[in-house]
């Protein structure tokens, strides 16, 4: 089993920056990809970022220039940048992993149990 616990959400103003971070207690698992996602209210979950365990990266549209996700994978934690916010990045932020039991070819996705980014106008 794998646990994913997120920290950083919070209120900020347009503009303005946030971080966010998560950590995978993953004993005997080995994570593959680590990724953020987030749900608008009222709206679907949707791809923020993601990062495999080489280092590539891939953003949605609307956040790419703004946010940069990044992870370490001595310590399994993954962190999302968000700079210049805006109005429109309000939503809970779900940390996620895909990650297979070592000696297991079969993978699983893993997610945590949101945070809360508000941004205000």
């Known amino acids: 089993q794998v646990r994913l616990v997120e920290s950083g959400g919070g209120l900020v103003q347009a503009g303005g920056s946030l971080r966010l971070s998560c950590e995978a207690s993953?004993?005997?698992?080995?994570?593959?990809?680590m990724g953020w996602y987030r749900q608008p209210p009222g709206k679907q979950r949707e791809l923020v970022a993601s990062?495999?365990?080489?280092?590539?990266?891939n953003y949605a549209a609307s956040v790419k220039g703004r946010f940069t996700i990044s992870r370490d994978n001595a310590k399994n934690t993954v962190s999302l940048q968000m700079n210049s916010l805006k109005p429109e990045d309000t939503a809970v932020y779900y940390c996620?992993?895909?990650?297979?039991?070592?000696?297991?070819?079969?993978?699983?996705?893993?997610w945590g149990q949101g945070t809360q980014v508000t941004v205000s106008s």
């Open positions: 996620n992993c895909n990650a297979n039991p070592i000696g297991s070819g079969r993978t699983y996705d893993y």
């Open positions: 993953a004993r005997m698992f080995r994570i593959n990809v």
């Open positions: 990062i495999t365990m080489s280092g590539t990266t």
